[in-house]
């Protein structure tokens, strides 16, 4: 059994992630329904873009049970998706320009990633960028969810 970093955050149940959809360069992504796991990033971000292509597998691999979600906080989506194209992401994608969400939620920096329940509230928090063990770890809570 893996360990999760120290990074991770156990939430108290119920806490409501602070939105209940977030809007994308082409689609709007709800938050709700099914567990989702929330990544904050930025085109800037060194240790976000390692971490980005871990969560795009993530996402092609829970598709129909969970979501996973990237936001970029960039002030321009440009950037943003300069990195996209360059990492050959499918996963949904978001943007938040005034970083608002993370800031709402006292992110700790970035990366931040947030695991919620199908009704939207926060697991857990993570505040650092997570290797391919703990996104495996993530992906075992996230079926947990999903089998709840």
């Not at 906080?73 to 994608?93: E, F, I, K, M």
């Not at 969400?101 to 939207?120: F, I, K, V, W």
């Amino acid at each position: 059994m893996l360990i999760l970093s120290c990074f991770w955050l156990a939430r108290a149940s119920g806490v409501p992630f602070p939105a209940s959809s977030v809007h994308g360069p082409t689609e709007t992504v709800e938050l709700r329904g099914q567990p989702t796991v929330v990544n904050f990033w930025a085109s800037w971000c060194a240790p976000c873009l390692a971490e980005l292509p871990l969560f795009d597998q993530l996402s092609s691999r829970l598709v129909g049970l969970a979501k996973v979600v990237a936001i970029s906080v960039d002030s321009q989506w440009g950037p943003a998706q300069g990195v996209v194209t360059r990492l050959r992401l499918t996963l949904p994608l978001a943007h938040d320009p005034t970083a608002a969400l993370p800031r709402a939620l006292d992110a700790r920096g970035l990366p931040a990633t947030y695991l919620l329940d199908a009704d939207g509230n926060i697991v857990r928090a993570h505040f650092a960028a997570l290797t391919a063990p703990e996104v495996a770890t993530l992906e075992s809570e996230v079926l947990g969810l999903v089998a709840r």
